[in-house]
């Protein structure tokens, strides 16, 4: 796996980062969009403030308006037609409540007012308490100040799938709190021989909370986050069931005698949005070259995707894209058919 970052290190920066997060429920109508001369991207006027826009708040805002995002990130590398094309839209939509994430002087989200703000301060603080006491080793640490993926692994859960080749059960946690994902609580499998990591699929006893909840007027009333913290932490013990692991370590074994041709690798690459260097990669790793004709098991092709996700140029999102690929692969009845 990638290194990620050291884990007391990170929890500072999410405690730290707490105390400069503020938000807003604020009126659509009350909104302008300026350009800013010091920063690349427009500016959000509201009431008596201003603050920065982001990529991710721009995308946001053309979103809830109803425009989509395409068009929008065309227009980035011009503030006046952003702000232009983003006033236009606030003028001709009906008036709506709209929450404001804020960090400091800058607007990283603009999302409903039904937006559930489940923090990663509140995910982290209370999901390494759990594991420690689980007896969890931590594997992955990442947070960019927004997202948030913490994986760790459970040496009580461990088993072979062939002679020498031992895996561990183990858990990952992924939250967003800017709109780009919702809170997920997936079994995940470690390869000792080769420090694989592959996250199972999103049907096997996930646990899944939507950033969806009651519409707000004031966030400082806001305690929905509470009774979701509670039952994520009931869900580490049921994905952490030695019998959950017992199920899937029996998958992975039944993966070592189901082929696939080199041609199906190639069409599943394909559907499922492999570039065509990570393509070259998982040939490499499989000791073949794109071209060749040959069959190896799902297995193999599994390792071999999340060998790839290892590399420490992969972006998170990216490594955990490959992550979850390996183990749709092994999963899945027909991998090239279902999409992550």
């Not at 913490?150 to 967003?176: C, F, M, R, Y």
């Not at 994902?181 to 997936?186: D, Q, V, Y």
């Not at 990591?197 to 929905?224: C, R, S, W």
Request: aromatic residues 8%; negative net charge.
């Amino acid at each position: 796996m990638k290194k990620g970052q050291e884990i007391k290190a990170m929890l500072t920066n999410v405690n730290n980062d707490a105390e400069n997060k503020s938000d807003y429920i604020v009126r659509l109508k009350n909104l302008e969009v300026v350009e800013n001369e010091h920063d690349y991207f427009p500016a959000l006027k509201y009431e008596d403030y201003q603050t920065r826009l982001t990529d991710n708040s721009v995308l946001n805002l053309a979103n809830r308006l109803g425009m989509g995002t395409s068009y929008i990130s065309k227009c980035m590398p011009f503030q006046s037609l952003v702000s232009y094309n983003l006033n236009h839209w606030i003028r001709n939509n009906k008036d709506k409540g709209l929450m404001l994430r804020n960090n400091q002087d800058k607007t990283r989200a603009i999302l409903s007012d039904r937006y559930k703000r489940i923090d990663c301060k509140d995910v982290a603080n209370s999901t390494l308490d759990r594991l420690m006491d689980m007896g969890a080793e931590l594997k992955y640490s990442y947070y960019d100040g927004d997202d948030m993926n913490i994986t760790a692994v459970l040496p009580k859960l461990e088993g072979e799938v062939v002679k020498g080749d031992v895996v561990q059960g183990g858990i990952t946690i992924t939250n967003s709190e800017i709109g780009n994902g919702s809170l997920i609580i997936k079994p995940f499998i470690y390869r000792l021989v080769c420090t694989n990591g592959m996250v199972a699929p999103t049907y096997l006893n996930q646990f899944y909370a939507k950033h969806v909840g009651k519409m707000l007027i004031n966030t400082e009333d806001d305690e929905q986050w509470k009774s979701i913290v509670e039952k994520m932490q009931q869900q580490l013990e049921l994905v952490s069931n030695p019998e959950v692991f017992q199920e899937n370590l029996m998958r992975l074994q039944q993966a070592t005698d189901e082929t696939i041709t080199s041609h199906g690798i190639v069409q599943l690459a394909k559907k499922q949005g492999v570039s065509d260097d990570e393509r070259a990669g998982i040939f490499e790793r499989l000791n073949h070259y794109l071209g060749e004709e040959f069959a190896v098991s799902k297995y193999e092709l599994a390792n071999a995707v999340t060998n790839l996700a290892n590399d420490e140029n992969k972006s998170d999102q990216r490594a955990r894209f490959l992550q979850e690929l390996g183990g749709m692969i092994i999963f899945s009845n027909n991998p090239a058919r279902a999409r992550i």
